[in-house]
């Protein structure tokens, strides 16, 4: 059974676990982080030297894997179907490009300079003018979304693979925001799409609210 360390806020656990559910894997789930504690304890720095969640075992006696990405990597290859993760290395590469893009370039520009400024910083300390330009360069990032999404159901194509996990629990918090949004139909639809999914809902469509400063 799998065992994962890591608090169901965190935007990179949602990932772990959303691949989890998608994958119908069983697992069980320790909170830890943030509110929680225990990243800094010898038993936790053993498994993740860098004190950070996720970690996951797959298994009892095996090595502990740390960095979201790395996790949801190794799930869709040893659990995920042929769809999900190709074993074809040219077929691959083409969903990795999307999973890496989503989880690197549209994460970087969307977690700390929105998501941060908005939900994590007290109202006083924001900076109105730096968070409409994250907006506004996230959203030429979701442009390329856009385009992919005009012509496929998913991102990296017709079919629903890791890439789709790695942009997907991103849009959540995106829509649920009090921001501003440029429209972008095709992004939007997907994103509709997407919360109907059983392991998205469970999963990803987590309150934030209890991150906010008191």
């Not at 656990?13 to 010898?42: C, I, N, S």
């Not at 370039?105 to 977690?111: M, N, P, S, V, W």
């Not at 829509?175 to 998205?200: C, G, Q």
Request: aromatic letters at 12%; proline letters at 6%.
């Amino acid at each position: 059974m799998l065992k994962i360390w890591g608090r169901t806020t965190s935007s990179n656990v949602q990932a772990v676990m959303w691949t989890v559910g998608e994958l119908d894997l069983e697992f069980e789930r320790y909170d830890v982080g943030f509110k929680f504690g225990g990243t800094d304890t010898p038993e936790f720095l053993a498994m993740n030297p860098n004190g950070l969640i996720p970690v996951l075992k797959d298994g009892d006696g095996s090595e502990a894997l740390f960095e979201s990405a790395a996790i949801c990597r190794y799930l869709a290859a040893r659990y995920g179907s042929d769809t999900f993760w190709p074993a074809d290395p040219v077929a691959r590469a083409q969903v990795d490009k999307w999973a890496e893009w989503a989880k690197i370039t549209a994460a970087a520009a969307f977690t700390m300079p929105i998501f941060w400024p908005m939900v994590r910083m007290p109202e006083k300390d924001r900076d109105p003018q730096s968070i409409a330009s994250a907006i506004a360069a996230f959203d030429r990032l979701l442009g390329m979304a856009e385009a992919q999404l005009s012509k496929h159901a998913f991102l990296a194509g017709d079919l629903f693979t890791l890439a789709d996990i790695m942009l997907g629990h991103l849009l959540y918090r995106y829509y649920t925001m009090e921001i501003d949004r440029p429209p972008r139909p095709a992004v939007e639809a997907y994103y509709s799409a997407l919360s109907k999914r059983e392991a998205y809902r469970t999963h990803v469509m987590v309150s934030y609210e209890g991150l906010r400063p008191k």
